[in-house]
T-cell receptor
Framework: GDSVTQMEGPVTLSEEAFLTINCTYT??????LFWYVQYPGEGLQLLLK?????DKGSNKGFEATYRKETTSFHLEKGSVQVSDSAVYFC?????????FGKGTRLHILP | GAGVSQSPSNKVTEKGKDVELRCDPI?????LYWYRQSLGQGLEFLIY????????KSGLPSDRFSAERTGGSVSTLTIQRTQQEDSAVYLC????????????FGSGTRLTVV
């Protein structure tokens, strides 16, 4: 069935480092793809999305490109900040709901 | 309201007791979702409401779990005869309609069964 798989965490980086969090998916057709973020003590919020193949979603310096050839939607940021420390979830729709990956915890050291 | 509100934020209960978790969605959002977040398990879908009806209850883990939504607004998730494995953070989200995937999540209820 449809699913998303994302890299295990935690990921620890120094401030200003380059970030990649891998996400691959299994799906029928070409669904929209999402990244959600959960900052400490807060609810999940939508970070970015892409609705079709080759689309690039972007927000707050983060980017992810929908690649159907590799069934991937990796999250990237060129220069991370301490405030980016959070848990990141890759997700895709399944019928009327969203299914989420297990989440990747990101720690950014000053 | 301005956001999705969940109460209580924390709940400690004894094994075997019943608990009720409340979710107050954003006004005007017709779709409402319950998820469970356990350490190492990610987000597990429980149930979703469109208006007051629940077209998809496929994620409820056992018949001890039930949920209702009244007036197309507030929802209550009830867990009967709680077990230790029910300990988790229970998240509620709402969206404008069932195919709007830009969910707004509440901060969750952390349930601890002792």
């Amino acid at each position: 069935g449809d699913s998303v798989t994302q890299m295990e965490g935690p990921v620890t980086l120094s401030e200003e480092a380059f970030l990649t969090i891998n996400c691959t998916y299994t799906a029928t057709g070409y669904p929209s793809l999402f990244w959600y973020v959960q900052y400490p003590g807060e609810g999940l919020q939508l970070l970015l999305k892409a609705t079709k193949a080759d689309d690039k979603g972007s927000n707050k310096g983060f980017e992810a490109t929908y690649r159907k050839e590799t069934t991937s939607f990796h999250l990237e940021k060129g220069s991370v900040q301490v405030s980016d420390s959070a848990v990141y979830f890759c997700a895709l729709p399944l019928g009327d709901k969203i299914i989420f990956g297990k989440g990747t915890r990101l720690h950014i050291l000053p | 309201g301005a956001g999705v509100s969940q109460s209580p934020s924390n709940k400690v209960t004894e094994k075997g007791k019943d608990v009720e978790l409340r979710c107050d969605p954003i006004s005007g959002h017709t779709a409402l979702y319950w998820y469970r977040q356990s350490l190492g398990q990610g987000l597990e879908f429980l149930i979703y409401f469109q208006g007051n009806s629940a077209p998809d209850k496929s994620g409820l883990p056992s018949d001890r779990f039930s949920a209702e939504r009244t007036g197309g607004s507030v929802s209550t998730l009830t867990i009967q005869r709680t077990q230790q494995e029910d300990s988790a953070v229970y998240l509620c989200a709402s969206s404008l309609n069932r195919r709007d995937y830009g969910y707004t999540f509440g901060s969750g209820t952390r349930l601890t069964v002792v």
